[in-house]
């Protein structure tokens, strides 16, 4: 959580592979152009990585962006980064707490494959008026807060804004990149068992390149949450959530435009219960509606040559209801176990294309390949008629067994059930990415893992440790066929095919939490992997039914972070990464065909771009002040220090001035860049 408190291991909870972080934490640690920055302080916790520098999302223990269920105030979030991923989506000024569940995942967590990032937006202060923020480079941030009514209602704003595009316009460039969000929270205490809360997020990024090319993209949510305390030994949280996702792009060259989005709308209901000293019983409610956008494509100008052209929208409803039971078997032996039921409704107006013998894709054994198989009828359905349905029981467990005051064992499973799916060619997120539901022909996730782990305090809890072990299998992965065209495809199922997953690893964290000097290190030895089998034994599946590394794999993770307190004014951080190169798939070879040079790839993933490392550094400046109402400070940092070029990708072409010899040409995103922000707060 993002507390004040030290961030010692829980040695008793039946709790594991959960990360939490202090807001000192996240704004310490050096990030790129200044801004804190949330997704890069999960970052260097073991098991979360993500694709590289300037990438959207995060992986977590082996598996994809999409199998993150990230919560703002119990709603969901569909993209988590600004900028293609220079910046989070997340203003950490105006977050209260955070939890990272990698595994051991309560009952009460679900629609996922790989992990929840719970994450809880302040409350304003219903005492005084207060504010604060921070004035950098290239962004800006201001955060006010205070009581509308004293001790009873309150309000929280708090914004952001990145203003680049200024700094073109100055050199006579159309260009603009840009991105702002809003966090906005009302509370109001009903009376002291019940309190009302109304919480909003939107944000939006925009790309404009002179007058040919726009784009922006960005997430809308709104949430009304009323939480009451029926006695001191039952609560209640009950929510009504709307959450949307919207991608533009437009192109004037050809008189473009496409639409893309997801839009959904959910109720939850949640109880808990203290039936003992012993004993807590959780259970609950929810549901959600889907109405997904796979795209649609108008002309803008009136010569345009392009036609309108609608993908028919989906929808669907999720439901569960789940029940947990945390309780203390006997003094050294702690247990959480529970269930969760869900069900999935694939629901109309819809058109369904029909296939013969039921396959969307077809096999040429003459070729060797995969085609997308030719519709041989459609099947209408009305609306709120059900397409399709699926309905799974997902257990977990997970307990402790305390050694003694500062040690314990801690052991634990869960079944995840992810219903929706990220279509995506790219190895990490993008905002052009389109989500789908399950169906006729996709279908859901199911995602089993195991984890054991040894956990200790140190030296009065100056220090701790905690060493965990993970297996992580998974059904229905989606993969792509060679070629596969997935933006603005009618009949996405006929490029799909379903893969299996597996993943294993050994994290390590140390944290030095007291004294002047504190900071960790994270350690993963990890494995992911995926194998997609013919569906017959005369396909040959994706690389020959082989398994391959995913695009999420990296055998070795090691994070540094280290913060010192030099006196009440300067402080000094230091952040080091170093990680195995991400899985890529280089040529072995060439022929020429009517005079091009066509190269000849390997196996899946079977190759890796070099070793990924960056060293920053960051100094905190506070000038003393005589004004007790006023505080600023003075960040300095510098973002990867010893210009490590890392690369983005590798590709080949044919050298210029030696034909018919193949050159290797480096993408790096990043050397070395300063950085330095005013923070204040009044």
Known sequence: MIDATATKTNIERPEMSVNKLTAAEIKQIPVVLGEPDLINALLQLPGVTNSGEGTSGFNVRGGGSDQNLILVDQAPLFNSSHLY????????????????????????????????????????????????????????????EGPIKKDKTSFLVAGRVSYAHLFLKLSDNDNSVYFYDLNGKLNHKINKNNNLSFTTYFGRDVFQFSDSFKNDYGNTILNLNWNSNFSDDMKSKMALIYSDYVYNLNINLVGFNWKSGITNYAYKWDLENYLSDDVSLKYGINTTYYNFNPGVITP?????????????????????????????????????????????????????????????????????????????????????????????????????????????????????VQYIHLISNTTAATPLDIWAPSGNFIKPQLIDQYALGYFTNLKDNAYSLEIETYYKTGKNRLDYIDGANLIGNRNIERVLLNGHTRSYGLEVLFRKNLGRFTGWISYTLAKSEQQTKGRTNLEPGINNGEWYRTPHDRLHDLSVVANYQYNEKWSFNANFVLQSGRPVTYPVGKYEFQGIVVPRYGKRNQNSLPVYHHLDIAATYKPKSDNKNFQSEWTFGIYNIYNRKNAASISFRENEDFRGKTEAVKLSIFGVIPSVTYNFKF
Request: no cysteine; net charge positive.
């Open 300 to 416: 803008d100008q009136p010569d345009s040559q392009i036609n309108y052209y609608k993908i028919p929208d989906k929808r669907a409803l999720e439901n569960a209801f789940y029940a947990e039971l945390e309780h203390s078997v006997f003094k050294k032996f702690k247990v959480n176990y529970g269930l969760r039921w869900s069900s999935f409704f694939r629901i109309g107006p819809e058109v369904v294309e029909q296939y013969e013998n039921n396959q969307a894709v077809v096999y040429d054994p003459s070729t060797n390949t995969y085609g997308e198989a030719n519709p041989i009828g459609a099947i209408k359905y009305n609306s709120n008629q059900v397409i399709d349905q699926f309905n799974n029981l997902e257990p977990r467990a997970a307990l402790s067994y305390i050694i003694n005051d500062n040690q314990s064992v801690k052991a634990s499973y869960n079944r995840m």
């Open 85 to 144: 991923g220079f910046f989070s989506a997340f203003n950490t000024d105006a977050i209260r707490d955070i939890k990272l569940y990698k595994g051991g995942i309560p009952a009460r967590f679900g629609g996922r494959g790989s992990s929840v990032l719970d994450i809880n937006q302040r409350s304003g202060s219903d005492k005084k008026f207060h504010g604060n923020g921070g004035i950098g480079l290239l962004s800006s941030r201001l955060l006010l």
